[in-house]
């Protein structure tokens, strides 16, 4: 076994490699960009060596740094960890020649699944069913939307050299190809340096199904059985369980014997992920699961396969590349109950969800099981990475158990400082078809309407708002018995300054009901009447107060200057965050509908698409293809029609 290992990664995924290694005995190094500088991984880590700008392709992405950090460092090996460069042939060819230990596959196996398109012929070639589709040379538009015509509407765009849900396009119509392709192949060009795109059919009840698999140098392959992906937004897992809903053991054996067929027919070594995708119309059978494509990597929900098989596979990864067998064979492998995976994003699902930069303020997730992630509070979410702050893992004897504990962390978890899904989540797991195993890869988009924040949990949230701001000052009583108020077990509530000057004061004349202001406006709220019995998550600051309830957060502000914030224009069209304009789809004075896009701005590896709130004219546009721009940058202003 090597004694140093350098992590060519960050985040989550690097903390979670360390920990491992740390466990092992070996000595870990960490890399990090300028925005990065103190990050979590870095603190982590036995040392850290700078590798350049914060943009990932001038520091993360770039091979030549990572293997002179390796250099410099003294390490023996290098793990790419998922993303960035970990499923780059030609970066772990440059690793192996520089005398360092690869923790992945053969550079040969990643090139032969590392496009869809040729891992779909290697793997037709070698028995495993794929999915019908267009795999062709010929990348003009035209000569694809005939092929696309062929297929049969819907169809998939996607990018050979795609992954993690960028690079993919659902197009309903042959109305809607040429945008759709020319969006796919931009964004593909622009994460993989690679515009080459396949078609496939669009399954209409799809349900993504992957099986771990894992070889050694010894030429022993074993599969660690199914994962179900299937809850996806944007092609992206939302959440993740194993072993799969609904699978039996006659089809679960077929996979994962098409699975292992799969590896083996690359000579692969180490971890990957087989994805399936399965027609569940009518039930998983194997007849109606087909190939789809091979990540050769450690996936980002690893972790509920290590839950139900009690296997480390980051130290098998490791154990693996220093050449070592296989921990346990085949038969040394069985399901030891069910997990669930959910993944906490920086984003907010009000807008779109759009990606939500700042510092954690509060940052509290209490999973029964694990938490994985890069960050703590104080930490910030940066506009250069991929918004993830966190993974919650459950594990339980069963489905119902598992899924009871993940709906009850997500709906327990506090974060302030950015905008995060954690109220989304726990919704989604409430849905009465997720509970009985209805699911499909459209789960999401079908019931998006009960997703939504319910009012009731609204006028909650300000109820408690009022609560923690005006509640201690109101003692029913009049004695010296704390309010009834229960605040959350996080707080120090001896030591509370608030009530130490505000809470006692017998003879003070105190309304009830307080202004606040609440994202830019100011309303006056009353003191809910069960007041002095009310349950309230929070804190307060000098001049407001934060709370949570059903994993949604509410900043409030009691004290700014002059009559309020500054209320935008509401046909302003601002940047949500930085980024870079990459198409205008409208000009000054055009006419434009709701709904309309009217431009793309390229962030955090995403393309986000901008629309008209409202029919109207473009009164002034400032955007330009081509242009950085800042947040809350004004882009473009609609001006509605007069009545």
């Known amino acids: 076994m090597f004694s140093s290992l350098l992590i060519a990664n960050r985040g989550e995924i690097a903390c979670r490699i360390i920990r491992t290694a740390r466990a092992m005995g070996i000595r870990t190094i960490a890399v990090y960009s300028d925005a990065d500088a103190k990050a979590l991984h870095v603190r982590s880590a036995d040392e850290a060596v700078h590798i350049g700008p914060s943009p990932a392709r001038e520091s993360y992405l770039v091979g030549e740094k990572i293997i002179a950090a390796a250099k410099a460092s003294g390490a023996e090996a290098v793990h790419p960890g998922y993303g960035f460069l970990s499923e780059n042939a030609e970066f772990a060819q440059a690793v192996i020649d520089a005398g360092l230990i690869w923790v992945g596959p053969n550079p040969a196996s990643i090139t032969a699944m590392g496009l869809k398109d040729a891992a779909k012929k290697l793997m037709a070639a070698a028995g495993v069913p794929v999915t019908p589709g267009y795999m062709g040379e010929d990348q003009d538009p035209a000569h694809l939307a005939i092929e696309a015509g062929k297929i049969g509407y819907p169809v998939l765009i996607k990018a050979v050299a795609g992954g993690g849900g960028k690079g993919m396009r659902l197009v309903e119509s042959a109305g809607d190809f040429a945008d759709a392709l020319q969006s796919c192949q931009r964004e593909a060009a622009s994460s993989f340096g690679n515009a080459h795109v396949l078609i496939e059919k669009y399954i209409q009840r799809p349900r993504h199904i992957e099986v771990q698999v894992f070889g050694d140098s010894h030429g022993n392959v074993v599969h660690l059985f199914e994962r179900d992906c299937s809850l996806q937004r944007r092609h992206q897992k939302v959440i993740e369980e194993a072993p799969a809903p609904g699978m039996d053991e006659a089809t679960r054996e077929e996979l994962c014997a098409a699975a292992v067929k799969a590896a083996k027919a690359v000579d692969y070594v180490g971890a990957g992920t087989i994805e399936f995708i399965a027609d569940a119309s009518e039930g998983l059978r194997a007849d109606r699961i087909w190939f789809m494509e091979m990540n050769t990597r450690l996936q980002v929900e690893h972790p509920v396969t290590e839950e139900i098989t009690g296997v480390d596979l980051v130290e098998w990864q490791l154990r693996v590349a220093s050449g070592e067998v296989l921990p346990l064979m085949q038969e040394e492998l069985s399901i030891n109950g069910w997990a669930m995976e959910a993944r906490l994003y920086a984003e907010d699902p009000a807008k779109g969800f759009l990606p939500s930069t700042g510092r954690l303020g509060t940052f509290k997730i209490l999973a029964p099981n694990r938490t994985e992630t890069g960050v703590e509070e104080g930490d910030a979410i940066s506009p250069f990475y991929d918004p993830m702050v966190a993974k919650i893992v459950v594990h339980g004897l069963n489905r119902y158990e598992a899924w009871k504990g993940l709906r009850k962390a997500c709906g327990m978890t506090q974060v302030s400082g950015v905008t995060t899904n954690a109220g989304f989540l726990e919704r989604l797991l409430g849905q009465p078809a997720f509970i009985d195993e209805d699911i499909d890869t459209g789960f999401i988009a079908r019931h998006a309407a009960d997703l939504e924040v319910p009012d009731e949990l609204h006028e909650n949230l300000l109820d408690d708002a009022a609560t923690i701001l005006l509640g201690m000052s109101l003692n029913p009583t009049a004695s010296w018995h704390p309010p009834s108020i229960e605040y959350s077990y996080f707080d120090n ?67 700014w200057e002059g009559s309020g914030h500054h209320h935008a224009h509401d046909g302003d069209i601002l940047s949500p965050m930085p980024g870079k304009i990459i198409a205008v789809e409208v000009s000054e004075g055009q006419a434009v509908t709701k709904g309309q896009k009217l431009l793309t701005l390229e962030a955090m590896k995403m393309e986000h698409s901008l629309v008209a709130p409202f029919d109207g004219t473009v009164a002034e546009l400032s955007a330009v293809a081509g242009a950085q721009v800042q947040v809350e940058a004004l882009l473009a202003r609609i001006e509605a029609l007069s009545e």
Do not use: H
């Open 493 to 559: 509530f001896e030591a509370d300054p608030w009530r130490q000057n505000y809470g006692f004061r017998l003879n003070a004349e105190w309304g009830r009901s307080i202004p606040m202001n609440v994202g830019g406006e100011t309303i006056r709220q009353e003191l809910p009447d069960d007041y002095f019995k009310r349950r309230v998550e929070g804190r307060r600051s000098s001049d407001g107060a934060v709370v949570f309830r059903g994993g949604e957060a509410l900043a409030v502000r009691t004290r």
